[in-house]
């Protein structure tokens, strides 16, 4: 077990290490209730509806958070609307991760300083604990990294969903259990409740969801391949590109953050990259960023190595 002074020594901000306010204590409350309400459906059994609808929840929302909150609201590496933008931004919060401008400005921070000691999720540095879930629930990141993220602030709608982050997963909730009680009131051969669609459409999918995306702080800076000699940890996963819809090409990524894709050639799979570009052609994002000639030679020469 970790102690109270061995947590000030991994204190990577230098912050006091406990600060237990309401906020916290309501953070790591809601997120361990989350995890815990997944047992609910020793209760509530399963259908074949809840099953889809847990797997979509999963997919719709990593898309969310890989595409919106990582390739597009920290990286800004394709365009789109205002309007297809605050559609990402509510997806994505309904992950309950927070908001997209909070996200954004730590996940910036940690490619300015990635693996190092400044960074807030290193796994060599801090342990493969830490970087899952250890910071997420520490208390020393509750507040916006408000410098590292002038451009997302020019949006008061975007400002609104980053203080209020807590109405999307709560919306969501909400509209899964009307939707469960409506299909359960008039399709009775569907056997799903208002419950049932709640726990394996919200509760299930959401704890899947938080911990594919903290893989990518975890696993993604220890396991698989380097391709690019970086100076960082990162690595390429095609197991952890599948569960996280392409990020787990983590390696390609920190080599070369700018680019929407990461998987860099045909047979490294890349969800997100496909649904982008199949919003693309409809005309919904533009501008798609890709890796520069010279990375690719780079991949030749250091594959060649
Ligand atoms: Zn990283
Ligand atoms: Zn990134």
Known sequence: METASQRVKIDPMRRKPR?????????QLVFWLV???CFLALW?????????????MYFIRMFAITAGYHRYFS?????????????????GASSAQKGPIWWASHHRHHHQHSDTEEDVHPPRIYGVWWAHLGWVLSTQFISTRTELIKDLLKYPELRWLDRNHVVAPVALAVALYFFGSFLGANYPSLSTSGMQMLVWGFFI????????TFTINSLAHLIGRKRFETGDDSRNSFVL???????GWHNNHHRYP????QGFYWWEIDISHYILKVLSWMGIV????TPPKRIYEEAETSKAA
Do not use: P
């Open 44 to 56: 509530t059994g399963v259908s074949w509806i809840a099953a889809i609808v847990c797997f979509l």
């Open 19 to 27: 600060d237990m306010n309401i906020e916290n204590i309501m953070k």
């Open 75 to 91: 990286h800004r590496t394709f365009k789109t609307s205002r309007v297809f933008q605050f559609i990402l931004g509510f997806l």
């Open 286 to 289: 533009w501008d798609l960023r």
């Open 258 to 261: 700018g680019s929407e894709k």
């Open 205 to 212: 999918s959401t704890t899947l969801l938080y911990h594919g």
């Open 35 to 37: 995890h815990a309400a």
């Open 241 to 247: 590109a599948l569960i996280t819809l392409g990020e």
